[in-house]
């Protein structure tokens, strides 16, 4: 188990990487804006899910094959972006006022909101790479088990994400309900949300392999 000296200031870099903007940042305050904060926090619980899947990667060594392994970056990049410019395009068809199966535009499930979380960071091979990189600068060896370890900080730092990121929820929560007394604000939000989805589709695809 790591010593609190250790712990005190992973926390402390946790919260700062968490409060940093980025792509998914973008995704939580669009999804609180326009869906409310519920959406907007099941897709931040999406986040924070998927470390359950990418710390034991991680813990067993098996993330330094996509750090290593052009191929498996790639086919991993390709598969979330295909996803996520999916999502986007039928978010914004939806917001036009059609979709897949006629049905008009609204607010997503929850359950939708979670799983566009999910594979949005599941999907992306460089939070992996992060976590092989940032997380082993907290590890001793000397305090047993590194695997254990592994674990817990992984745990923390997505616990501590999902802390900052439901403050967020609530605070774009909040101001889109002060702004729904525009009634074309819910259709132009959609849009956006997909636009944005597209946006990190794109951004995945555009990635250089090599920048890792």
Sequence with gaps: MPDPATLT??????????VTPG??????ISRGIGHGWKSAWFTALGFTLAGLIQIPLLA??????FASSPLAFDLLRYAGAAYLIWRGIKLIWSAAGYSPTGGAAGAPHYLVALNDGLMASLTHPKVLVFLLAFLPQFVKPEQGSVMLQFAMLGLTLKLVALAVETTIALSAGALGRSLARWPRFTLWQERVTGAILIGLGMRLLTMDARAR
Aim: overall charge negative; glycine content about 4%; cysteine-free.
């Design 60 to 65: 067993l060594g098996i993330a330094s094959v």
């Design 23 to 28: 792509p998914d940042m973008a995704l939580l």
């Design 9 to 18: 200031a992973f926390i402390a870099a946790a919260f700062i990487l968490s």
